[in-house]
């Protein structure tokens, strides 16, 4: 009973793992045109991360799901992923307002200096 279930399971991820199909793709600052290298891209369970030309690969059997790209210094990237007829996605990516940053963080820092000198 048990061999039947293990050659179930077996068959199963046997037929999903052939109907996965490979997507590529190359991940660019959208202001330089740049390749966005180590951005980790997911989609389902497939997951990669770019090289240092910003090119990424993955083995996708879900095709109504939604793919994400993180990578340090940028917006966190969602879209609603859809194959073409190439297997293509090219992806470009919107750097983080790091003077907004910034300026929230030296904002935060003030009113805990204000606060800590009413304490005292």
């Not at 090119?55 to 109504?64: A, E, Q």
């Not at 793919?67 to 966190?76: D, E, K």
């Not at 073409?84 to 820092?109: F, M």
Request: some cysteine; aromatic content about 10%.
């Amino acid at each position: 009973m048990l061999l039947k279930k293990l050659f179930g399971v077996l068959f199963l991820s046997i037929i999903l793992t052939s109907c996965a199909i490979p997507v590529k793709g190359v991940i660019t600052d959208k202001d330089t045109g740049e390749p966005v290298a180590s951005a980790v891209v997911s989609v389902g369970n497939s997951v990669s991360r770019t090289d240092a030309y910003g090119r990424y690969r993955l083995m996708v059997v879900d095709y109504n799901d939604t793919m994400l790209i993180n990578a340090p210094g940028y917006n966190l990237h969602t879209r609603s992923f859809q194959l073409d007829h190439t297997n293509g996605v090219d992806i470009q990516l919107i750097r983080k307002d790091v003077k907004k940053w910034l300026y929230c963080w030296c904002e935060y820092y003030s009113i805990i200096i204000r606060l800590t000198s009413m304490i005292e």
